[in-house]
């Protein structure tokens, strides 16, 4: 992808449809249903890699967030965006995994 295009979708993605992509990939990663979100917050990999990707594409607006998990908070949303910083850093799975992620969301649409 040119850098001008990609400088583009960062200002000017749809944030809840980037949003819902993030939703689906984790569940097809860890086959559920949307009814089953929840879950993902179970799996710490999952998790963290969920807070890295909203973090990525600035989809951390909390309403949005709460609504489908209703224990985010802003204080546990930062913790958990510092810790998956980290975790990236150290844990080569949860970081092929966000590459791997980041590409399907940024693929052709």
Known sequence: MAKG???LRKYF???EKV???????LCKYKGLSRNE???ILKDE???????????????YDLDTLKKD????????????IRKAEKKLLL????????????????GVE
């Open 5 to 7: 295009v990609y400088i």
């Open 45 to 59: 990999s999952c998790k963290y890699l969920f807070f890295l990707l909203v973090n990525r594409y600035g989809c």
């Open 91 to 106: 844990n080569k799975r949860i970081r092929d995994m966000y590459f791997e992620a980041e590409e399907l969301i940024d």
């Open 13 to 15: 993605n749809d944030k």
């Open 69 to 80: 998990f209703p224990s985010v908070n802003r204080n546990n949303m930062r913790n958990n």
């Open 19 to 25: 949003y819902s992509k993030i939703i689906d990939i």
């Open 37 to 39: 979100l929840l879950n």
